[in-house]
């Protein structure tokens, strides 16, 4: 890694009022303990409860475990620097790490999106095949094609970013690694850097998106075609929580890596990142586990059982 003059950096505190600091770290304490507990119980509910035991709960236990990854990538350290006393710094090397993992696990995010719309364009465009098409070999491979796909461009993307000469200003405009925050602290040319990082983009956002998009115009045709109003709605039920977090996920994401870097404000850029860092890895279960019956059962069922067990 070509490093320049620095050997770390450090992040610009979001106040220097300790109240408000005190404040914002109860705050996003309190999203990330509620999302680790969300995620964390819909994942233990999906592999232990054997009525789950089907291809789109496999996605979704993957799901959990995607966002318990990704928000410990993020949260703990940005917590920890809330509550240092001392300016909040970072070296390189951990710099690098954090943004290697970050993209790593949120792009296999996007992929794992994109396969769940796959997985519900064949449940109800071709029903009586499902179970021969998403068979066990052929979901565990998609999984692992997304992890792969995510953990592959992650690599390449960081190794080129932190090859970059690092000898100005080594305050980071942001509570974590991001990518274009990091941009803006190089000595030199970025325009290779910036396309590498929009091609990246493009493979993670939008081909999985228009993929998304496809696989959900067949999904409409299909359902308008079923003559009940029971059986519409029934089939709309299986893809609105995956639809609300698709829209959550793309479109703030979208907003930061999708747009010009001449545009890009690191006032806005922080403001999102909490809301993708933070708040969406909360509302992921929470949509899931309020939309759909099946998941709410499992957890009636989980939980009288555990309500037993105690009596005994």
């Known amino acids: ?101 970050f993209v790593f696990l949120g792009g296999a995010d996007c992929v794992l999106l994109a396969v769940m719309a796959y997985d519900r364009y064949v449940a109800i465009c071709h029903p009586l095949r499902y179970t021969v098409i998403m068979s066990k070999a052929v979901c565990t491979c998609l999984v692992a094609a997304s992890w792969l796909l995510g953990f592959l461009l992650s690599l390449q993307l960081t190794i080129l970013i932190f090859h970059l000469p690092f000898c100005g200003s080594n305050e980071i405009n942001h509570f974590f690694c991001d990518i274009p925050a990091i941009l803006r602290l190089a ?55 995956h639809l609300m977090v698709v829209l959550l996920q793309y479109g703030c994401c979208t907003f930061i890596y999708l747009r010009p870097s001449s545009s890009y404000s690191p006032e806005e850029g922080r403001v999102v990142s909490v809301f993708y860092t933070f708040v969406t890895p909360l509302l992921n279960p929470l949509i899931y586990s309020m939309r759909n019956k099946e998941l709410k059962d499992a957890l009636s069922r989980a939980f009288r059982r555990r309500v037993l067990s105690q009596k005994k």
Do not use: W
């Open 187 to 241: 000595c030199s040319d970025t325009h290779i850097h910036q396309a590498a990082l929009f091609i990246v983009s493009v493979i993670i956002l939008t081909v999985p998106f228009l993929l998304i998009c496809i696989s959900y115009a067949f999904i409409v045709v299909a359902i308008l075609k079923i003559r009940s109003a029971e059986g519409q709605q029934r089939a709309f039920s299986t893809c609105s929580s």
């Open 1 to 101: 890694m070509a490093y320049g003059n620095q050997t770390e950096f450090h992040f610009h505190p979001f106040s220097t009022l300790p109240e408000i600091q005190l404040t914002i770290f109860l705050f996003f304490l309190s999203l990330y303990i509620l999302s680790l507990c969300g995620n964390a119980a819909v994942l233990l509910i999906v592999y232990a409860d054997h009525i789950l035991q089907n291809p789109m709960y496999f996605f979704l236990g993957n799901l959990a475990a995607l966002e318990i990854c990704y928000s410990s990538t993020i949260a703990p350290l940005a917590l920890a620097h809330l509550r240092s006393r001392t300016k909040a710094t970072i070296s390189l090397s951990g710099c690098g790490t954090q943004m290697f993992f």
